[in-house]
């Protein structure tokens, strides 16, 4: 990042301040802004919490935050400064009349205030009531929502209108990490100034897509949460239908917030619906049983603790989802995603069509089809697997299946890989909305996902069973095996 500081002083007041998030992402997040210069030297953060502290709890409380999530060694001169920006507030977020002591540590100038939600949606509407009630919201203020707003399209239309009573669309950013991350970023790049793939990224030249995104861990004690929300809603819903539709959508006019986002929403809008007519064919959900990670033996999701040992929540899911329009017209996405995989690792295959014709059969009888992979995580990156010849002087050619790697960690050895977060605070503060979320693209997503989560619930059947550790339920594989393909692992 280059080093200028933000348009404007800001208050960034985070509701939920002592909860997991803000701890392990939002005031690392903050921090390294601070370290880049970013923040205006007339800003502050306003810690809203529950708990009665001291302000020198709070400070005690980030500082060790820092210590455990921030990978580079603290700067003492950086975290002094940041130090000092810090505010607390005690405030129970549901007491109507109590947000008038938040007033008391406001500034009353002409400083735009962040309000970051980092609480359960439920209490999003009960937090911007308090604050019309104390005065504290002006046409310049901007409020970001944590996912998952709603958990189907009726109850995310509830909490947008909550909010949408006191903010304006163009005040409130709704977020999804994903759209931070530096290899999801790159798409737009990728496709959009390299003519290699702009004139070849349709149905003409792409076979077929996979999007995995696999986590290691289990439900690390959210149980209340995952049990009622699922693999479906919790990542489906949300994270891979941003990837996909930055994957797909139509080159916007620009980069404007208004053309990317009226783009991302005519791919989601073209998905053909899965429902109860196709559902079985198109869907395979699981539930991870003991296993084991690592060579450690873990327990199995109705094993877990304070688990509901009838639960049919899904761990994992894979989908097969067109999307219906001139550019990808008989092109198969195949999604999937899962607890208790065998690794941490989220990316993007692109499978392009295998040659026409093969003029080197002597030495490859079958050329292999060109391959561009998108690394996520855990090593970001691009990969292009291409047909090279083998030097050397023999009077037949010999050929090989290459590859073209650039890692951003080999490739940009002198730059930090920027956390999705950091990006994402630094483009509120500065009242870009080009990488958030607009509410028609919600209402979108949760209208394609209901259909088929409408469509399981009929059907009443229990998530196929997967032990941890492995790569999901062996009908996943047949999901794609149908198409003779296979997932890449």
Known sequence: MNKVDCQSASEIVIFGALGDLSRRKLLPALYQLEVCGLINSQSRIVGVARVQQTIEQFQEVVLESLKLFVKEPLNDEVLAKFIQRLVYQQLDMKEFN?????????????????????????????????????????????????????????????????????????????????????????????????????????????????????????????????????????????????????????????????????????AVKALCPIDRTNVKEKTVRGQYSDGFLN??????????????TN??????????????????????????????????????????????????KESYSDLPANKLTIRLQPDEGVELQMMNKIPGIASQMHIQENKLDLSFSETYQDQRVIDAYERLMLEVLNGNQSLFVSRDEVEAAWTWADSIIDAWQSTNETPKPYAAGSWGPVSSISLIARDDRQWVE
Request: charged content about 25%.
């Open 98 to 266: 109590a947000y008038e002591l938040l007033a008391t540590n406001l500034s009353q100038g002409n400083s735009t205030r962040v309000y970051y939600f980092s609480t359960p949606p439920v209490i999003y509407g009960d937090i911007c009531d308090g604050l019309n009630h104390a005065g504290l919201i002006t046409d310049e203020d901007r409020v970001v929502m944590e996912k998952p707003i709603g958990h189907c399209l009726e109850s995310s239309k509830v909490i947008n209108n909550q909010v949408a009573r006191f903010f304006k669309e163009k005040q409130i950013y709704r977020i999804d990490h994903y759209l931070g991350k530096e290899t999801v970023l790159n798409l737009l790049v990728l496709r959009f100034a390299n003519a290699l793939f702009t004139t070849n990224w349709d149905r003409n030249s792409i076979d077929h897509v996979q999007i995995t995104v696999a986590e290691s861990v289990g439900i690390e004690g959210r149980w209340g949460f995952y049990d009622e929300a699922g693999q479906m809603r919790d990542m489906i819903q949300n994270h891979l239908l941003q990837i996909l539709s930055l994957l797909t959508m139509e080159p916007p006019a620009d980069l404007s917030a208004e053309s990317v986002r009226a783009e991302k929403l005519k």
């Open 295 to 308: 060579g450690l033996a873990v327990p199995g999701y109705l094993n877990e603790e304070g688990a509901n």
């Open 311 to 360: 639960s049919k929540t899904e761990t994992f899911v894979a989908i097969k989802a067109e999307i219906d329009n001139w550019r990808w017209s008989g092109v198969p996405f195949y999604l999937r995603t899962g607890k208790r995989m065998p690794v941490k690792h989220s990316e993007i295959v692109v499978h392009f069509k295998e040659q026409p014709h093969n003029i080197f």
